[in-house]
């Protein structure tokens, strides 16, 4: 089956750095890539929503500045988190998607803490 | 855009008793709409999924319901077992790929052995 990997599993940073967050498709091509943040005991909550090649759509109130996404290849996206605050603390997690298979499949999530 | 209300945000059953956990959502156009199990800090895990196209789908004793007039959708669990006790989110989106899927804000079942 369809399978997303997505590193780190675990990242404590301190205030004010950037980290970096990467979700691979190892056996399909994600033409979409969505990336949610979940916080403790709350629900998923999209972020944004890459396609190759595009610049990012982004929901509203999440800072494109402050959250970067790049999807330049079918099989990789990236999520940086810039001048991480403790705030920023949560659960990220990607889940990709492909026009010629239905379904999503998510990454195996990140746990930011931002100390 | 697409909004999606899951009902009750907890549920405790004895076990061997059933468990139904209620959506409901806004866009019409929404036709795919999954069932996902979340366990403590892991990947949500897809249970069952319904399309516009049937009103109900079964998997052994999962079971999801869908009213596409009103706009609702259920999972059913039959025999509950302590092992299904997670987190459960409903979903919806306007087809199965490259669209977004909007959650509900999930049920915390427990189940009481």
């Keep these: 089956g369809a399978v997303v990997s997505q590193h780190p599993s675990r990242v ?3 205030s004010g750095t950037s980290v970096k967050i990467e979700c691979r ?10 990336w949610y943040r979940q916080f403790p005991k ?5 972020m944004a929503t890459s396609n190759e090649g595009s610049k990012a759509t982004y929901e509203q109130g999440v800072e ?5 996404i790049n999807h330049a290849s079918l099989t990789l996206s990236t999520l940086t988190v810039t001048s991480a605050h403790p705030e920023d603390s949560s659960f ?8 010629n298979r239905d379904g999503y499949t998510f990454g195996s999530g990140t746990r930011l803490t931002v100390v | 855009g697409e909004n999606v209300e899951q009902h009750p945000s907890t549920l405790s059953v004895q076990e061997g008793d059933s468990a139904v956990i209620k959506c409901t959502y806004s866009d019409s156009a929404s036709n795919y709409f999954p069932w996902y199990k979340q366990e403590l800090g892991k990947r949500p895990q897809l249970i069952i999924d319904i399309r516009s196209n049937v009103g109900e789908k079964k ?11 009103a706009k609702h959708f259920s999972l059913h ?3 509950t077992q302590p092992e299904d006790s997670a987190v459960y989110f409903c979903a919806a989106a306007p087809k199965a790929a490259g669209n977004k899927l909007t959650f509900g804000g999930g049920t915390r079942v427990l189940v009481k052995p």
């Design chain 1, 92 to 99: 990220y997690i990607c889940s990709a998607s492909d026009t």
């Design chain 1, 42 to 46: 709350q629900s998923l909550m999209l």
């Design chain 1, 64 to 68: 494109k500045d402050k959250f970067l």
């Design chain 2, 77 to 79: 669990i039959t025999e």
């Design chain 1, 25 to 34: 498709s190892l056996d399909f091509q994600a033409t979409t890539m969505f």
């Design chain 2, 59 to 69: 998997d052994q004793r999962i079971a999801v319901t869908l009213n596409k007039t």
């Design chain 1, 12 to 14: 404590i940073c301190k």
